[in-house]
Structure formats: C-alpha cells, structure tokens
C-alpha cells in the first residue's frame, strides 16, 4: 500500500511573494512591518479597508474639457462617499485622484496627509501602497486593482480607516 505524505507548503512571506509577482520588493518602512507575514495576512492587514469610511462611486467630470494651458490643471471629480450610515457625493477640483479624495475626506473632518506613494504594475494588476498621516500617527495601506487609479482610492480609503482605527 501507498501512502502519500500530506505535506502543507509553508505559506509565502510577503514580500518574496510581491517581489516574484513583482519584480521588487515592498517600499522600506512596510517591508521592516511585514518581515514575517504571510501574503494572506499582509493583505488582511493592509489591504482591506474594514471601517466606517468607503467609496461608491468615483469619476472625473470634466475629461473631454480640452487644456487651454500649459502645465498642470486642475480637474473636477466627483465620489460618493460612506462615513458610518452618511452617504453623501462630494466634489472637488485637484490636480488628480489623490489630491481630489484627500481633499474629500478633509471636508468631512477625516485627515489623511500623504507621507509615501509607491505604484506597481505587474500584469493585470497594479498595486498601491501608501502611508498617511493624520497629525499624530502614520500607518501603511495597500490598495489593489487593474486600474492604477482605483488602487489609488483603494489604498487611501484603507490608509484612512486603519488611521481612524
């Protein structure tokens, strides 16, 4: 008789996985936070935005308007926006994404200033990482989508929520 051994596969570090996936290894700082992580609990740490704050709904109004000027614009973006039960739209004009929803999040008392911003392609994917800050502690969020800006969103709307935490 034969008997096969049942041989679990140690689970992934994180960053060997991003780096195979990747081709680099996470940004300095998180790296040193998810040096004996699994992939699995890095993600549940800081790639999921669990708290009262999400976005709906994300667009840039005004992407037909022709550019009239040299240099950076502003542009128009508009979000629908969940604090708690409170869903409300909000508008602002930024210079992109980033600037938009932060500026968003500022309007309903939410700080989340912008220490680091890494973005990383890798196939269909791209991921996010950023730390934020709120005036009194900084954290480290990953947001992960096929497009660079919802993985943008993604990592502030979860920066936000682990600072709120």
Known sequence: ????????????VANAWFGDHFGASL???????????SWESFVAAYGHSAGPL???HWSCTDTE??????????????????????????TAAASGPVAALTAMLHERGI??????????????????FVRGS?????????????DPT???????IACAN????
Do not use: Y
Not at 66 to 82: D, E, H, L, W
Not at 111 to 128: I, K, P
């Open 1 to 12: 008789m034969t008997t096969l051994s049942h041989h679990t596969p140690r689970p992934c």
């Open 27 to 37: 940004p300095r700082g998180l790296r040193e936070q998810a040096e004996s992580m």
């Open 65 to 90: 308007r022709p550019a009239t000027r040299i240099g950076p614009q502003a542009r128009n973006f508009q979000a629908v926006i969940a604090v708690g039960d409170h869903i409300s739209t909000s």
């Open 54 to 56: 999400r976005l709906g």
């Open 134 to 146: 709120d005036g009194i502690r900084a954290e480290w969020a990953m947001g992960w989508a096929g």
């Open 150 to 156: 919802q993985s943008a969103l993604r990592a502030i």
């Open 111 to 128: 700080t989340v200033e912008m220490l680091n911003f890494h973005q990383m392609r890798s196939g269909e994917h791209t991921a996010t």
């Open 162 to 165: 682990r600072l709120l935490a």
